[in-house]
């Protein structure tokens, strides 16, 4: 993988997390150890369905765990508990605390993230506003999911639960077992 000789993928560097957007463009949360100051630095990298990277963005954080990339390059990602947006040039616009964590995927009317609040035993569903720089609670759900990944034309997202796997549907808040 390159990016016209500005940067390219290593052995220094780690996939953590690979999505494909609608165009066939891929994005990669990518982390690259700097055995020096014995730290990570993550970056969100946009690659073509050639994996030529396209567009490569530090994000400011000791640590990275998920993300999303809107169409404009927009950034939304997990780091320690915490949700953090940013412009595709890694500037800060966004961040809240979650109790536990986020997981985000992607459907045609937008971008989503799934927050497991763990004390109360349940998950809440926002709509990431990249253009206000807000995130909108749409639902809720009496139940704490594992994972989530990107759904398909029957469903908005799949979740994982402990019990199994589960499509999820935004319009009716209904979870379909798999």
Do not use: P, W
């Not at 052995?11 to 997390?17: A, D, L």
């Not at 970056?43 to 567009?55: E, F, M, P, R």
């Amino acid at each position: 993988i390159s990016y016209t000789d500005q940067y390219s993928l290593s052995e220094s560097n780690t996939i953590r997390r690979i999505r494909r957007k609608n165009n066939g463009e891929l994005s990669l949360l990518v982390s690259e150890y700097n055995h020096e100051t014995q730290k990570d630095t993550f970056y969100a990298v946009t690659a073509d369905s050639d994996l030529n990277i396209l567009n490569r963005t530090e994000l400011e954080c000791e640590y990275a765990d998920d993300f999303i990339i809107d169409d404009n390059g927009k950034i939304a990602f997990l780091s320690n508990d915490t949700i953090v947006m940013c412009d595709r040039n890694g500037n800060k616009s966004f961040s809240q605390d979650s109790s536990f964590r986020f997981g985000f995927f992607e459907t045609a009317e937008g971008y989503y993230c799934a927050e497991v609040i763990i004390d109360e035993c349940k998950t809440v569903i926002y709509k990431i506003d990249f253009d206000k720089n807000t995130l909108v609670r749409v639902n809720e759900l009496d139940c704490r999911i594992i994972s989530v990944e990107n759904g398909n034309d029957k469903f908005d997202a799949y979740f994982k639960f402990n019990e199994g796997i589960y499509g999820y549907c935004l319009n009716d808040n209904s979870l379909t077992e798999i």
